[in-house]
């Protein structure tokens, strides 16, 4: 059995892995398949499987926030310190993601429009979301049980008022790029349900910060696994919760999407995210993922790189096969050979990080330099 420590590390490591390799597929089939196979129930079950990976994600970043959050308390971190400490760490994630849109559209020079830079992606997302987590932890003040209610505030908050962001409440006297942030209108004049604005994403990120700041309680960590097993049962409930709200004849809103603006479908997803990581915490404590090498953890551990990379080779001037032009089999060979070609990637990079002065003297000819523990 491994230390507590690593199992904890572990379950979050497992969960992003599924969320790499949820999103693997679910650009590949959308990129490759044409013709017959994009009017499939195999293409339908695909997509439907990719309105996952974004709140697995986002959640996962709440969950490391807190977790986060906790160290830096527990080493006698000051508030103030804190809330500098994350929201730098989010301004550097929202940065990426910038850099990452600039990389697109140079790649796709000269037929990317030049709006592409503004175009909100999960990694700003994530990056904001990282911000205004921080700002929330600061006002919110340092127990964990206000922070972690705080934040299910929020979170339910966004859920609640999406609709009427998307709609009769839109920032339209906003400019696009701005008011894309809030609901992903960017250059259309209504919202886009492809793109990751504030209302709803954002909400998810909440989530998994409440989740969060349970779980490092030190209540819960001598009784990880029924507090585990309360969160798969309350996810469960959740579920039931917003299916029977669903089914109500009488709605609140004026405009009811279910698959993008909803509160129920919300409630589910974070109901789904929920019972994922009970049965991930599970498997990680239980079952094989620690007694041999976990290609899920391993892609989770570089989440960041392998989303980066395979992009590129799935929508981009790089892309392995031709777009809308394959058939179910052909383009699931393209996803088997994009996922091995991840896992590789995410493998040397776990080998080579903190080796790059060694390398570049080995490239140089020049005898690597010790430091100065060894020389002693």
Request: charged share 15%; proline share 5%.
């Amino acid at each position: 059995m491994t230390a507590p420590s690593t199992s904890r590390l572990a379950y979050i490591d497992w969960m992003r892995g599924l969320a790499c390799v949820l999103m693997f597929q679910t650009h590949c089939y959308d990129a490759w398949l044409g013709g017959a196979a994009r009017k499939s129930t195999f293409f339908m079950w695909s997509q439907l499987g990719g309105t996952l990976p974004a709140p697995l994600f986002l959640f996962l970043a709440g969950i490391s926030f807190a977790l986060v959050t906790d160290k830096l308390r527990r080493r006698g971190a000051g508030a103030n310190e804190i809330a500098r400490t994350t929201i730098l760490r989010g301004a550097e994630i929202f940065g990426l993601g910038l850099l990452f849109r600039l990389q697109e559209y140079l790649l796709g020079f000269p037929w990317a429009p030049w709006t592409d830079l503004l175009r909100v992606d999960i990694l700003n997302t994530i990056g904001f979301s990282m911000m205004l987590m921080g700002v929330m932890c600061r006002l919110a003040g340092g127990g964990r049980a206000r922070s972690s209610i705080a934040a299910a505030g929020v979170a339910l908050a966004i859920s609640l008022t999406t609709p009427l962001i998307w709609t009769s409440t839109r920032l339209n006297a906003l400019p696009w790029p701005l008011e894309s942030y809030v609901n992903g209108v960017h250059t259309f004049k209504q919202p886009q349900p492809w793109l990751f604005p504030v209302f709803p994403w954002t909400g998810f990120a909440f989530a998994g910060l409440a989740v969060g700041f349970v779980l490092v309680s030190d209540w819960v960590r001598k009784r990880e696994v029924r507090t585990f097993a309360l969160l798969g049962v309350a996810g469960l409930a959740l579920i039931a919760l917003a299916r029977w709200f669903d089914g109500r004849p009488r709605q609140v809103y004026a405009v009811y999407d279910f698959w993008h603006t909803s509160p129920n479908f919300f409630l589910i997803r974070v109901g789904l995210l929920l019972v994922v990581l009970s049965a991930v915490y599970g498997w990680c404590r239980w079952g094989l993922a620690l007694r041999a090498f976990s290609p899920m953890i391993q892609l989770g551990q570089t989440s960041l790189l392998v989303y980066w990379v395979h992009i590129e080779f799935v929508y981009g001037r790089f892309s392995i096969l031709p777009k809308r032009a394959m058939s179910i089999g052909g383009a699931s060979l393209g996803l088997a050979i994009i996922f091995l070609a991840m896992l590789l990637l995410s493998i040397a990079r776990t080998r080579l990080k903190g080796r790059g002065r060694e390398l570049a003297a080995r490239l140089l000819g020049r005898q690597p330099e010790k430091s100065a523990a060894v020389a002693r």
